[in-house]
Every structure is written in C-alpha cells, then in structure tokens.
C-alpha cells in the first residue's frame, strides 16, 4: 500500500477471491447478522450510522458498494420521501436487495452519472476493497452536489484483535518451524479505516468528523464464531503457507475457542467500527463556511 497525495493503493484482494466472497450475500448476510445478535450493547448500526447526519428528509442518495441493502431499508422506512440509487459492482450482491428498479450493477472508480447529481454519497465499509481509493473518492467528489456529504462507515485497524492472534496462532501451530506467515488480504483493510480515513477523506473535502461505535461479540458457543471465520476463506486461505489447510486451521481455531469458552464461559471479541461524515461546505459544516465566507 502506498500512502501519498497521488493516491492509496490497497494491497489486492484478487478478483476471483472477491467474486467468491461477494459473488452472493451470503458471507455478508451472515456476518452482518452475526454483528446483530452477538454485539454488546446492541445497536441498530444502519440506524446509529445515518443518524450522525441531519437529513432534511428530499435528498438524493447513491449508496455506493450497496450490497444487499442495509441502509437502504433503514431510508426506505425512515426517509420515504429521499431519491435512492443503489450500486454495487457484483450483480449477485444485488438478488436480494429490495430496492428494486433503484439499482445499477458499476464500478465505483467510475460512477455512470452527471456531475453534481447526488446530495449524499455512501460508501460504507467498500472503500478497503478498493484498489485505488483517491480514484473512487474523485469520483464521489464529481457526482456530489457543492453542498453534498459523504457518509462512510469503516473499521478500526485495532478491530477484533481476538479473532486475529487465535488465528495467527493456529497458523503458528500447523507451520513448519521458521516459517513465515503473511496474513495476506485482512491486513488490506486497513487501507481505509477509522484512524487513517480522516486523512484520506481530507485530499478530498475539506471537513471530515470521526464517529467511533466500541462494542464487542460475545459467544457462548464456538459456531457462530467459527461460522463467522469460515465466511472470510476465500480471502484468508489463499495466503495460508504452504501445507497448511484451511481445514485444519478451523479445528485448531475450534480447539482454542472450545478452551476460552470453558474457562470464561464466553469468547469476548472486541471490536471498534465508525462512521466518517465528509463534505466541502455542507451539511455539519456548512454554518463554518457561511460564517468565514461572511468574514472574508
């Protein structure tokens, strides 16, 4: 990855890794639905996300990386009234989207509308997936309003560090001694997290605020957790070292999950997600740049 004012390129996830992982909804149904029920405190994250901006209630909306619709229920029912537009670039993710008739199957680096089409942009946890993010923010830059905002919710880079050293771990356990082991793509979302988005989004726009949501997963059982893991092979077990199977990853990972949970009688995960709200003159910031505007 590099990191500079021409652009961030994100380690790649390979094409065939990615249409594997969302050529459906499935891995993503079923960890957003593992987020739903095992998170402390619970919180309704479509909610808690688009409530960190004030809507007015007539906007036009592109849901950039859209996926299965997520936020386009919660604006379906919240805000009737708003023109929604929902894009994703796997056609699958869309089958079981509600939106119906409001979706387009594209790639986010280039965007198939006017310039100045839209009042609020989302991207909300894609911008990772990318491989060159400044591209895709130029483009939501182009078809934003002056007054747009962008809502672009993302991980911590510290996010889930439970899950990371039991897995690590069980790699560690079933490599040859002195090998070594890159744990290849999950390291790529880091690309586009809570702590270096700001930064991103500020070659950009000219206002970004930072949103933090702590929680954490709490499993009882190992499955949900194991089931959860098992969603995210086809990025992980290409970059698993020679003779190490996916397979026998899992049963280690059973084994220590199995451990935890006997001693604690729980598998605490803890997790940091967010959401960045970014714009040049609008929306939270807009009073600023009137009340400077005014001055100069």
């Known amino acids: 990855m590099t990191d500079s004012s021409q652009g961030v390129r994100a380690p790649l996830i390979e094409r065939s890794a990615l249409k594997q992982q ?18 402390v405190p619970r919180v309704d994250f479509a909610d808690w996300v688009l409530t960190h901006y004030a809507w007015q209630g007539s906007e036009r909306v592109l849901d950039v990386g859209t996926g299965s619709g997520r936020y386009f229920d919660w604006i379906h029912q919240h805000r009737p009234h708003t023109s929604y537009i929902g894009l994703d670039m796997f056609e699958g993710m869309l089958l079981g989207h509600a939106g119906h008739g409001r979706l387009l199957c594209s790639e ?21 997936l990318v ?43 079933l490599s040859t001694p002195g090998g070594a082991y890159n744990s290849g793509p999950p390291a790529s979302f880091s690309s586009f997290t809570l702590e270096n988005g ?17 929680q954490a997963l709490v499993f009882e059982t190992p499955e949900p957790a ?13 970059h698993l ?43 939270f910031i807009g009073p600023f740049v009137a009340k400077r505007n005014h001055h100069e």
């Open 241 to 283: 070292p020679e003779r190490v199977l996916w397979e026998d990853v899992m049963d280690v990972m059973r084994e220590q999950i199995e451990r935890v949970i006997a001693h604690f009688g729980e598998l605490v995960v803890q997790k940091i997600s967010g959401v960045l709200v970014a714009s040049e003159d609008g929306g």
């Open 131 to 173: 491989p060159d993010i400044d591209a895709v923010l130029r483009e939501i830059r182009r078809v934003l309003r002056p007054k747009g905002v962008v809502i672009a919710a993302t991980n911590s880079v510290q996010t889930m560090p439970e899950f990371n050293a039991l897995f690590r771990r069980a790699v560690t356990l």
């Open 198 to 214: 700001p930064q991103i989004l500020h070659r950009h726009f000219y206002a970004v605020v930072r949103h933090d949501l702590p």
């Open 226 to 238: 194991l089931a959860y893991l098992e969603s995210l092979r086809s990025v992980r077990e290409p």
């Open 22 to 39: 969302f050529g459906t909804d499935d891995n993503l149904r079923l960890r957003q639905d593992t987020h739903d029920q095992y998170s």
């Open 108 to 128: 986010a680096a280039a965007l198939p509308f006017a310039d100045h089409s839209f009042d609020i942009v989302m991207a909300n946890h894609m911008l990772y």
